[in-house]
């Protein structure tokens, strides 16, 4: 079982920035596919992007050309940069590991919150 943690959320204003971070145990983690999901209140969890191990990436339409996903393997860390953000990307932010092979790790999430 792969133990992550996310940081980075908080309030913020429509058209701001954050940058969320997930830190993920393990020697393997250049293996692991990452990503990104959010549920906000009433709603199912939804996938905002995802990152493969050689670096492919794939976004939700509604965040494609605002949200970028990266890795950094050295750090055993995902990012999601969110800029523009709209108050209908409420929500909490999950991260998920899947180590080829195995079963998927969620984190706790993090709550992000877009309103003036």
């Known amino acids: 079982q792969v133990q992550l943690v996310e940081s980075g959320g908080g309030l913020v204003q429509p058209g701001g920035s954050l940058r969320l971070s997930c830190a993920a145990s393990g020697s393997i983690f250049s293996i692991y596919v990452m990503g990104w999901y959010r549920q906000a209140p009433g709603k199912q969890r939804e996938l905002v992007a995802h990152?493969?191990?050689?670096?492919?990436?794939n976004y939700a339409d509604s965040v494609k050309g605002r949200f970028t996903i990266s890795r950094d393997n050295a750090k055993n860390t995902v990012y999601l940069q969110m800029n523009s953000l709209k108050p209908e990307d409420t929500a909490v932010y999950y991260c998920k590991a899947v180590v080829p092979g195995t079963s998927a790790s969620w984190g706790q999430g993090t709550q992000v919150t877009v309103s003036s």
């Open positions: 990152i493969t191990a050689i670096g492919e990436t």
